[in-house]
């Protein structure tokens, strides 16, 4: 099973970008999704997350901002950022708890996207 993230780049403050992540793989099923970032010398911080219901959750930060949602028919879940900031910059990385069978369970994490907020 992996995960592989996209959409990432270089945008002005303002501007939006989404991106998106697909799990392939041998899957049986798929729990909470979401959407992690990673600045040089800080920890890594959820920016949100969707659970399998629907119900989302977002950092203080990027709530109003951005918005995380998911199509399980194709297991993949997006984030869509919008009125982007300097701070956003960061690389983005995905992840999902993933049965692989019924018993089998772990937590896989994508490759990371950069995200650059500039003028």
């Known amino acids: 099973v992996q995960l592989q993230a996209f959409g990432g780049g270089l945008v002005q403050p303002g501007g939006s970008l989404r991106l998106s992540c697909a799990a392939s793989?041998?899957?049986?099923?798929?729990?909470?999704m979401g959407w992690y970032r990673q600045v040089p010398g800080k920890q890594r911080e959820l920016v949100a997350l969707?659970?399998?219901?629907?119900?989302?959750n977002y950092a203080d930060s990027v709530k109003g901002r951005f918005t995380i949602s998911r199509d399980n028919a194709k297991n993949t879940v997006y984030l869509q950022m919008n009125s982007l900031k300097p701070e956003d910059t960061a690389v983005y990385y995905c992840?999902?708890?993933?049965?692989?069978?019924?018993?089998?369970?772990?937590?896989?994490w994508g490759q990371g996207t950069l995200v650059t907020v500039s003028s």
């Open positions: 969707i659970h399998t219901g629907g119900s989302t």
């Open positions: 793989g041998s899957i049986f099923s798929i729990n909470a």
């Open positions: 992840n999902a708890g993933i049965y692989s069978s019924k018993d089998d369970y772990a937590i896989q």
